[in-house]
C-alpha cells in the first residue's frame, strides 16, 4: 500500500494544495475588487459609502424594527409548564425549566408543552374578544366554556400536524 506523502511539516501535500489555491483565489478576488473600485466614479464611489445599497430608508427603519422586536420576544422571560413551578423556563428546552427538563421524559414534556400552547392560545383569544367588547362599547364576554377550550386544543393539535406535514414535504 503506497504511503501519504509528507512534507517536513508533517503536513500532508493535499493540504497545502488547498491551501495554495485558497490563497490565489483571494488575492485574484481582491485583486478584481481593486480594478473594480479603480475604475468607478467618485460620485459612484459616495453614493455607494452613503448609504446607496439594498435597503432603502423606509425598509431600514422596518427591519430595524423587526430586528428590536425580535430581540426584546426572545429576552421575555417564559413560564414553565409544571404548574405550581416558579423557576422560570429556557426556550431551547421547551419552555421547561432545568430541574423539570431533566427529570421527566420526552413524552410527558411534549403533552404538556402542547397543554400550555392551548392555554395560551385560549388566553389570546379572550384578549382579542375583551379588546374588541371594549372597542365596540359593551360589556366583556363571559369566560370560555369547556368546550371552546376543548375547540382550541384541537385547533392547536392540528395546526401542529400540519407544520410537520409542511418540513416532511420539504425534505
Do not use: W
Not at 495554495?20 to 473594480?36: H, M, N, P, V, Y
Not at 392560545?121 to 366554556?145: I, Q, S
Amino acid at each position: 500500500m503506497p504511503r501519504k506523502k509528507v512534507n517536513s511539516n508533517g503536513q500532508g501535500t493535499e493540504s497545502l494544495a488547498i491551501h495554495g489555491r485558497i490563497t490565489d483565489a483571494a488575492r485574484s478576488f481582491a485583486q478584481e475588487i481593486l480594478r473594480i473600485l479603480g475604475s468607478s466614479t467618485l460620485a459612484e464611489l459616495t453614493a455607494v459609502s452613503q448609504g446607496g445599497g439594498l435597503l432603502s430608508n423606509e425598509d431600514r427603519v422596518a427591519y430595524s424594527r423587526t430586528i428590536e422586536l425580535k430581540r426584546q420576544g426572545g429576552t421575555r422571560p417564559v413560564q414553565c409548564p409544571v404548574s405550581d413551578c416558579k423557576q422560570p423556563g429556557v426556550r431551547a428546552k421547551m419552555n421547561f425549566c432545568h430541574g423539570h427538563f431533566r427529570s421527566m421524559s420526552r413524552p410527558e414534556r411534549v403533552r404538556m408543552r402542547e397543554s400550555q400552547r392551548a392555554a395560551q392560545l385560549v388566553e389570546a383569544e379572550e384578549e382579542k374578544m375583551v379588546a374588541a367588547a371594549a372597542a365596540a362599547g359593551v360589556p366583556p364576554p363571559a369566560p370560555l366554556t369547556i368546550k371552546q377550550i376543548a375547540k382550541a386544543e384541537k385547533a392547536a393539535k392540528a395546526e401542529k400536524a400540519n407544520r410537520r406535514l409542511g418540513q416532511s414535504a420539504r425534505a
